[in-house]
Nanobody, 124 residues
Framework: QVQLVESGGGLVQAGGSLRLSCAAA????????MGWFRRAPGKEREFVAA????????YYADSVRGRFTISRDNAKNTVYLQMNSLKPGDTAVYYC?????????????????WGQGTQVTVSS
């Protein structure tokens, strides 16, 4: 098993930036594909970004492509989500997820492990 803990959420004005972190403990982090998802009030949890085990491949939802960047540091067992040009529509609880595979994972049900989430609120 792997335990995931997100941090870095908060309140920011539109146009601002935040960097989320997800620290992993347990099994070998470098063998896991990682992803970020978010759930806005009254909506389903949706895909945001994904990264392969070595960071060589990334994929983004259309709504965040060009504004958000996913990265990972396997030496620190941490995955990051750099969020720039934030909009009120980005307000949500952000979750990181892990799946023991070398490829990319996009679908929510492909991930086996989830963090508790961190709140991001973007004010207009």
């Amino acid at each position: 098993q792997v335990q995931l803990v997100e941090s870095g959420g908060g309140l920011v004005q539109a146009g601002g930036s935040l960097r989320l972190s997800c620290a992993a403990a347990g099994r070998t982090f470098s063998t896991y594909a990682m992803g970020w998802f978010r759930r806005a009030p009254g909506k389903e949890r949706e895909f945001v970004a994904a990264i392969s085990w070595n960071g060589g491949d990334t994929y983004y939802a259309d709504s965040v492509r060009g504004r958000f960047t996913i990265s990972r540091d396997n030496a620190k067992n941490t995955v990051y989500l750099q969020m720039n040009s934030l909009k009120p529509g980005d307000t949500a609880v952000y979750y990181c997820a892990a799946d023991e595979t070398y490829g990319l994972r996009v679908a929510r049900d492909e991930y086996d492990y989830w963090g508790q989430g961190t709140q991001v609120t973007v004010s207009s």
